[in-house]
Structures are given as C-alpha cells and as structure tokens.
C-alpha cells in the first residue's frame, strides 16, 4: 500500500531555533514530491522535488530529496512565530496519477 | 488570496442529504482538484479534472461525483451524506495537467452533517 509518513508530528521551538522536518515514503511509481504549509485554512505550495540530491531553497526554508532511501527533509533556519503552521508532504505517483498525502507536522514557533 | 474561488463557506446538513460543492479556478488554470480533509484523515485527494475531463481519481467514493463545465468551474456533489463525510472540502487549482504544477488551493468549504 502506498503510504507517506512524516516526522515529528508535533514541533515545539522556540524563535530563532532550526527544524528539519521529515517525510519518508512507500510509493510506487514515485514522480514528485511537494511540500505544502497550511495555516489556519488552505495550504500553499513550498517546493516540488522530483531530483536526488538537488536543494530547493526559499529564504529561510530549504528541501531536499533522496530518491534512493526514499525520503525527503525540510529545513527552516532562524524560525519566526510566522512559520507557526502544519507542514504537508505530498508525493505523487505515475500509476493512476495519485496523490497522497501525509499527515502532517504541527510546527509552533514560541516567542 | 489565491485566486480560487470556493462557495458554500459554509454548509450544515442533516443525513441522507445531498450537497453540491461550487469551486471557481483561477484566471488560465485548466486543472482542478477536489481534495477532502478531516480531522482523524488528513489531507485526501479524490479527483482531478482537467479542461473538462476526469484525470485522475483518488480516494472519492461513490456516493460523491464531480464534473468540470466548460467555464472550468467544478462542483463536487456529496450525496446519501453521512457524518462521517463532515469535513473541509477544498479545490484548487493549476495551469497544466501534471498534478506536479503549482497547486493554489481554495479557502475551503466546511461541511457539517447532523
């Protein structure tokens, strides 16, 4: 069964500190993986991956992909109570053109 | 603001009730996506269309269908409703068919069944 599982589930840190974010995933036919942040209502797209090895970087907030072990990390450095949000990992497949979502990571950022 | 249009906000409906779920994409997007979030399931794609057509097909149950009018707006009905089917309902939206492409998301609609 295709599964996307993320890690921690919850993240509690103070302003200033750095997070790595994990999302470790079972799919078959793997095409992308993205990256989403959802405040209080929608989530809004951070990064897509679709190569090993390659960073994507955006300000304070970097990813990276590792199509051989089969996960990927997000990274936020100098973290500010705005990046209080729950992070979504998302990959999707060739076969049937699915998506699947994991459950996400609850980050609080305390001033 | 994302620029995809999603309308009721808000819903509130008894069981065995049927619903209909209005969402608008943005300006030039051809795909929409209907996606369904609870609180003990997270986020769960169910269908894409793309210039009219059905693309793919998530985790969508029968009871639920969705079309794509020529307009490229959507609705997502939900019928034979059970509370199990309370939840958010979002829609977005993106230029090309590749899921891949930047999604812009709705504000959602929340679904209440009684």
């Known amino acids: 069964e295709d599964k996307v599982v993320q890690s921690p589930l919850s993240l509690v840190v103070h302003e200033g500190d750095t997070v790595t974010l994990n999302c470790s995933y079972e799919?078959?036919?793997?095409?992308?993986l993205l990256w989403y942040k959802q405040e209080k209502k929608a989530p809004t797209f951070l990064f897509m991956l679709t190569s090993s090895g390659i960073e994507k970087k955006s300000g304070r907030l970097s990813s990276i992909l590792d199509k051989k072990e089969l996960f990927s990390i997000l990274n936020i450095t100098a973290t500010q109570t705005g990046d209080s949000a729950v992070y979504l990992c998302?990959?999707?497949?060739?076969?049937?053109?699915?998506?699947?979502f994991g459950t996400g990571t609850s980050l609080t950022v305390i001033p | 603001d994302s620029g995809v249009t999603q309308t009721p906000k808000h819903l509130i409906t008894a069981t065995g009730q049927r619903v209909t779920l209005r969402c608008s994409p943005r300006?030039?997007?051809?795909?929409v996506y209907w996606y369904q979030q609870s609180l003990d399931q997270g986020l769960q794609f169910l269908i894409q269309y793309y210039n009219g057509e059905e693309r793919a097909k998530g985790n969508i149950l029968e009871r639920f269908s969705a079309q794509q009018f020529p307009d490229l707006h959507s609705e997502l009905n939900l019928s034979s409703l059970e509370l199990g089917d309370s939840a958010l309902y979002f829609c977005a939206s993106s230029r090309g068919q590749a899921v891949s492409y930047e999604q812009y998301f709705g504000p959602g609609t929340r679904l209440t069944v009684t």
């Open positions: 799919v078959t036919n793997f095409r992308s």
């Open positions: 300006s030039g997007d051809l795909s």
């Open positions: 998302a990959v999707e497949a060739y076969t049937g053109n699915q998506f699947y």
